[in-house]
């Protein structure tokens, strides 16, 4: 088992585009999505994205449990997933904001505005084409991995600073989202 270094915020590695991974059967691709798992399993996150440890390839890891559902129809648990060359569409207009962390910026949470339904594909480790659609927190977990593609941090997507925060802070003063964010809970 190998624990990979994860970059935090400021890392110029998760500030570039990552490149498309050729061939997702190829050896060194299975050896760097199982490190990924075993290192985000073990760093307690929900989804991590290969430039997250220094492997500047459009690949991803995730899972969903079902404590963070948001109810809405396409909303369900996902087990591990791994998504290779990625690509994300939202469905409709609708946004919303939402709590995310990230392992490359410990200790915060953000309030984060995100497409509400999306639809992905990408391909699993045996090459073959993955295809779903997301709403609410499985949507929000696939955005905000694939983001991390990009070179896009969840802080690059903030619309207010004030939507920053310490997560010991925020544990000590809960936040009442409705009053936080009054009209713009949902754009
Ligand atoms: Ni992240």
């Known amino acids: 088992m190998s624990l990979l270094k994860i970059a935090r915020m400021g890392n110029p590695v998760l500030r570039q585009k990552a490149a498309a991974v050729d061939d997702p059967q190829a050896p060194w691709v299975r050896r760097l999505v199982k490190d990924m798992v075993e290192t985000m399993e073990d760093a ?4 991590l994205a290969a430039p997250q440890v220094h492997a500047p390839w459009r690949s991803v890891v995730f899972f969903v449990s079902g404590e963070r559902l948001s109810g809405l129809p396409g909303d369900v648990a ?7 060359n990625p690509v994300v569409e939202p469905v409709g207009e ?11 910026v410990p200790g915060m949470r ?6 509400l339904r999306i639809r992905y594909h990408a391909l699993d480790l045996d090459g073959n084409l993955v295809e779903r659609e997301a709403a609410g927190f499985h949507a929000r977990v696939v955005q905000h991995e694939c983001d991390h593609l990009d070179g896009i941090l969840y802080p690059q997507r903030l619309v207010d600073l004030r939507h920053l925060f310490f997560m010991d802070e925020l544990e000590r ?6 009053e936080f964010l009054g009209e713009t809970l949902v754009e």
């Open 78 to 84: 996902q087990q591990l997933t791994v998504l290779i």
């Open 94 to 104: 609708e946004r919303a904001f939402g709590w995310e962390g990230c392992l490359s």
């Open 44 to 47: 307690g996150g929900t989804g």
């Open 110 to 115: 953000g309030l984060v505005p995100r497409h």
């Open 173 to 178: 003063h809960p936040v009442d989202l409705a």
